[in-house]
């Protein structure tokens, strides 16, 4: 009975979260048709008019800065031929789908129904998540994406995984970021006798209390990762995810360069690297974009603002990459807190993962996890209020603007912190026990 109840359960707050994404959807349209502030996000007219343009035969670059992959006017193809919220539709499915996956990677390592059913609510029923996909924003593709490759290497399926990693990163190239700690998982302890992995499962925190091994436990060393990483790098595994990625990746590259020549290379991946945007949006270089946008960037200023982030991101990885859902959450927030543009559909690309971390967090909603909540939130509104006053007032608040970044990163950081404090590392896999070593003969 008790998988049956689970099955009720789950496809209730599957299907209340269903409705809530219909019923927005159809409010989208009302209130794009009758009032003057749309609902739907400006960057759906975008991929609307790019499809509309491969529709007629043409280039989705026809269309004034769409820089993504062709694949996304191809999915919204259906746009021009159906209905103008198919989009809206799919990328609402995906956002269904995330739900989906969070509970089967939780369910395999071992998390109680109800636990796993908050974890799930707390994606489904996030405002930041659910108005994501209704307003027509494609990320929640990318995060069901993430999270299905996810399952694949839980469940030992390189190939599958490998083949949508490669896939996803032509899509949307951020999560290049997961590739170093695919790798390192992917070493020589990776897969046991049986040519499976085996997953380290949840154990209740009185359990863990009872655990002195377990206590002991903690994220290994820099240099020992860096030097785990070395030495299991060659591995068949990691060759084989490494080389069939890769191909994915050039080949759809190599498909839609032949397709659309060099105006899709720079469009939509050449474009993201050297990227500078001078409206303001929440990053902590926006005011210094802003000043000399007019007179332009070489080649190295724009690279440059990338080392902040790459020093966070090999840190991140070398201490906690064993943990892979923790470390891949850490990635993204570090990612996205320093990155040269940041607005909030970026913040979907951590919360589909927060999920996943939440059974190993000894931090209570009250009061620590209220208060990570109210600082996050708190410096957010402390920027929108600035923005409202440049956008909508016309005040030169560019400085009070610029510091209030300053803030939010701050308050990410303070976030970040508090998490790595109250999470109980846990590798996602388990070595196998070596006949013979002194682990195997003690437990003997």
Known sequence: MAPAAAAVTLRRVLLASAALRLALVVFGEWQDAHLEVRYTDVDYLVFSDAAASVAAGGSPFARATYRYSPLLAFLLLPNSLLHAAWGKLLFSAADLLVGLFIDTILKLRGIPEKMRMWSVIAWLFNPFTFTIGTRGNCEPIVCAAILWILICLMKGRVFQAAFWYGLIVHFRIYPIIYAIPFVIVL??????????????????????????????????????TLWDF??????????????????????????????????????ALLYHLTRTDPRHNFSIYFYHIYLHHQQGFS???????????????LALILRFCRDLPFCMFLQTVAFVAFNKVMTAQYFVWFFCLLPLILPWSSMKLKWKGLACMLVWMGSQLHWLMWAYLLEFKGRNVFVQLWLAGL???????????????????????????????KVATKKE
């Open 407 to 437: 803030v939010f990163l701050a308050a990410n950081t303070f976030v970040m912190l508090m998490v790595i404090k109250h999470h109980k590392y846990t590798p996602l896999f388990s070595t196998p026990v070596k006949p013979g070593s």
């Open 187 to 224: 070493g020589k302890s990776y897969a046991g006798s049986s040519g499976r992995p085996t997953l380290t499962l949840w154990r209740s925190e009185q359990h863990l209390q009872n655990d002195k091994s377990s206590q002991r436990e903690g994220p290994t060393s820099f240099l020992a």
């Open 299 to 313: 080649s190295i200023q724009r690279l440059a603002s990338f080392l902040p982030q790459l020093i966070v991101q």
């Open 230 to 267: 070395l030495s299991n790098f060659i591995t068949r595994n990691a060759i084989l995810f490494g080389l069939l990625s890769g191909s994915m990746f050039f080949v759809w590259t190599g498909v839609f360069f032949y397709l659309y020549g060099w105006e899709f290379l720079n469009e």
